[in-house]
């Protein structure tokens, strides 16, 4: 039993206040997403360094998707604004070692926003699946 | 940086939930598989990880074992990160060399359609949790001498609700208000909805309740100049422009604003607003039935007919206001009944877009309705239009309930109904205290289900209207909640925080300043050392978010648990190749009685098999017979049926309960 090749592996950083608990949620309610998405949950979205996210492309896993607090991080206003340039930061080294920006994709996600996970995982998915 | 050893002897505990986990992964298979790994020195799986036999276990085995470090791959950590480190520390391990693996709802229950995935994808999990576990530090929470005061901005009824309440919890309490007088917006409205009473007496009793009390001080005309220190030992500098102007220094263990909100004005034109007298707002509206008596006049003409604009101002797709101001659809059913119990021959007509008088509030909207108020629905894209024409009002709208018949209105009044508003200061206000605003300018709360009324600054709690629009009632709940929570805080000799703040490599740091920009909390400074300039971070104010980090160009800059070993060998966990045999019979599942698994069982099935053993016993039964409560009797009881160890054999006498048997036998 091996893991199957067609799911694409995606890594999620997830916030622990707000999009983590929406991502339980989709597990509570029983919504099936992609057995290949594995998530490590952060104080902030606007912590993540782009070495961590080259380090997962480079490990093998397909993409990256930021699970992120959007206008409601309780840590600053400004949040969507760093998660940006971190986005922007690891897309430039991406492009240095020639992989398709396609491979990051950030969304605001909230405490409830099981469904709205799970379509963002399935879309992702199917995205990185049509990546050469 | 840290001190980051890596581990060398590792338990990991891997949880069956009942069957909520072992029902998709292959708990057995993985803990086997886990026994491989590098510096694991026991793996278990376990019933229930939670239940207090096996955190007794869990004791033992670190003790017995010398473990370094634990993992336990079970629930989500936010409902038992707690429960474990508690564990860790009783054991005498620090409980931050402690990791919780999220195998339930982040993958048995999100792939209980593809079991066999979910056993691979939870052998990752746990992987990664092994590897992050081996780089975890010992961190010592911050300890801190608390204050016993709180300082409380604002002397609303949220307010001076909470003055009250923190007093009486010992804690010596100072409230600042802006205004010259105490009771805020509530002073100036009369009859409340549901008791009768009058906003200004309610105001004026609790202004004489804090001034019987010694430990509270009231300071009015009296603003916050800035804010100093952190949770614990803030000190709030004020000026009070009473008699001249004078400076105070207030030390405080915690802050508490209850600044509440502004009253929505329109635009001048918006419905007509400012164009004729008889087209007033909401609370405007309330102060003129106040006042009058016998007729309701405006401008020596008397009122008989009065029409509501709802939403004015508020759940904008467009505007800046898009929330709904959750009060103002009962306060206007509130005036329309107080409208027609004080005067003859009135006529109200409502145009609402939906009305929200939810809870007991819909009491209100069900005696409009009866007293024979008019509803018309309108939509925001087809909202009414209002002309003012020889001092009439008239109003053509589309009532969306009716076939969308155009309507054409002459009222004799106009109300606009508008909601609340963040206050115009809350900017100021936000910065002097460092709390975050939402898009709705309101101050935000860390979460409003999971940490309600606290923000990320520790210490600082909201109460009331300021984080957003509530009624009275909810507003005084808010405020007695966050009272609660900072006497729970303040009521210890000593606060412990969490340690999870930002570090700095000071070999590694040049100083740039880049770190300190991003900074909301302004918790890095520079300083040098060595005869080096280098950032330093004040690890009270730090929030440990970690937004420092990556705009750090030389990388100098880690937040303890997520260092780059911890992410990074975290992914190497997840990534590393699993292979698992096909599994046979999971138990529960068809042909599994699970008796081969007995050992694993609590005590306690054990303990109601030999209950049920002679004769068949109801659950209220058992419980009795082994001293035990029926819920957690009743619980274990469908578990057990669920996995065929025991089953029901009929119903008792009375035909109320069930009563069960063993399905399968101690040997």
Known sequence: MEPTKQSPKILVFSTDKISDPGIDQAGLRKLHYSPSVYVISMPCSSGIKPRWIMHALEQGFDGVFIAADGHECSYSAKCPDHTNSIINEAQKLMQEKNISPKRIRMAALCSVCAEPFVSHMNNFSKILAEIE | MGNQEKKKRIGVYICHCGGNISDYVDVEQLCDMMKDEESVAISKNVMFACADSNQKEMVNDIQENNLDGIVVASCSPKLHLHTFRNVAQRAGLNPYNYVQVNVREQCSWAHSDHPDQASLKAAGLIRAGIQRVSWSEALEPVSIKAIKSVVIIGA??????????????????????????????????????????????????????????????LFTSTTVESVTGSLGNFTVEVKIRQHGEEVMKIPAGAILVTTGFDPNIPAEGEFGYGLSDRIITLPEFKQKIEKASGSLKIEGKEIHSVAFIYCVGMRQHKGENKYCSRTCCTSTMHASLELHKKFDN??????????????????????????????????????????????????EVTDHLTAKRQLELTPDLLVLVTGMEARSDSREMAQLLKIPIGNDRFFNEIHPKLRPVETVINGVMLGGSCQGPKNITESVQSSMSAAAKINALLCKESLEMEPIVARINEEACTWCGKCAEVCDYEAIFQMETNGKVVAGVNGATCTGCGICAPVCPADAIEVAQYTNLEIESMIDGFMAPVILEEKIAAPGSEGATGEGLMKEYPNIWKEILSQIDSEPLTIPQIAKQMQKENALVTYHVMTMNKYHILEAAGMDDDDAYFLYTPKIRLS
């Open chain 2, 156 to 217: 609303g009824v949220a307010g001076m609700r909470a003055a009250i309440d923190l007093s009486r919890m010992g804690n010596e309490v100072f409230i600042i208000e802006k205004e010259e007088k105490s009771g805020g917006q509530v002073a100036a409205w009369d009859t409340l909805y549901p008791t009768g009473a009058s906003g200004k007496e309610l105001t004026q009793k609790m202004l004489e309740q804090i001034r019987r009390i010694p430990t509270i001080k």
């Open chain 2, 346 to 395: 009135m006529k109200s007509i409502h145009l609402y877009r939906d009305i929200r008088t939810y809870g007991k509030q819909e009491v209100l909207y069900n005696q409009a309705s009866k007293q024979g108020d008019l509803f018309l629905m309108y939509k925001e894209k087809d909202p009414p239009v209002v002309a003012v024409s020889g001092g009439e009002v008239k109003i």
